[in-house]
Nanobody, 114 residues
Framework: VQLQASGGGLVQAGGSLRLSCAAS????????MAWYRQVPGKQREVLAD???????SYADSVKGRFTISRDNAKNTVYLQMNSLKPEDTAVYYC?????????WGQGTLVTVSS
């Protein structure tokens, strides 16, 4: 499965962005889809994940501000990001776990200005 992330860009603090992760194959049966982010010099951190049944979980740092969703018909996972803060600036990656196999997208840069 190839993953293509898009939707990053420059936004002011308090603004919103929606990231998309388009998969090259059906995501209907993919166990977990997730979004991570990474700041230079730091470890990649998980932000949110969503299972086949739609159950989702979030990191404390984004809970209440970010929403993950999956559209199986479009083979796409989204990350709606609201109330963005300068500390949300990072490269955002989508991730899939399918029957033990792990896949990563190429990353999309989000920059939040103060």
């Amino acid at each position: 499965v190839q993953l293509q992330a898009s939707g990053g860009g420059l936004v002011q603090a308090g603004g919103s962005l929606r990231l998309s992760c388009a998969a090259s194959a059906s995501i209907f049966s993919i166990d977990v889809m997730a979004w991570y982010r990474q700041v230079p010099g730091k470890q990649r951190e998980v932000l949110a994940d969503i299972g086949i049944g739609g159950r989702s979980s979030y990191a404390d740092s984004v809970k209440g501000r970010f929403t993950i969703s999956r559209d199986n018909a479009k083979n796409t996972v989204y990350l709606q990001m609201n109330s963005l803060k300068p500390e949300d600036t990072a490269v955002y990656y989508c991730h899939a776990i399918d029957s033990g196999h792990k896949y990563w997208g190429q990353g999309t840069l989000v920059t939040v200005s103060s």
